[in-house]
């Protein structure tokens, strides 16, 4: 990963790929990826709102 950066991107699609957790970032539901990624405690960070405010570039 500290190769490039591109190496470092396509190592995060496979890694989202193999999980299972393309779906959910398919359809935007971010509280299911951000569950599958960063596990139970996710909603207790707010991880899934902050992913909301990265994608429309807003707070929400």
């Known amino acids: 990963m ?3 950066e591109l190496k ?3 190592l995060a699609a496979r890694f989202i790929r193999q ?3 393309l779906p959910a ?3 935007e539901n971010w509280a299911e990826f951000a ?3 960063n596990g139970p405690a996710y909603a207790q960070n ?3 709102k ?3 405010e990265a ?3 807003k707070k929400i």
Request: without cysteine.
């Open 55 to 57: 994608y429309m570039g």
């Open 46 to 48: 707010g991880y899934d």
């Open 25 to 27: 970032l398919q359809t």
């Open 35 to 37: 569950r599958r990624y």
């Open 19 to 21: 999980a299972g957790m």
């Open 2 to 4: 500290h190769e490039s």
């Open 50 to 52: 902050k992913l909301v």
């Open 8 to 10: 470092q991107l396509i």
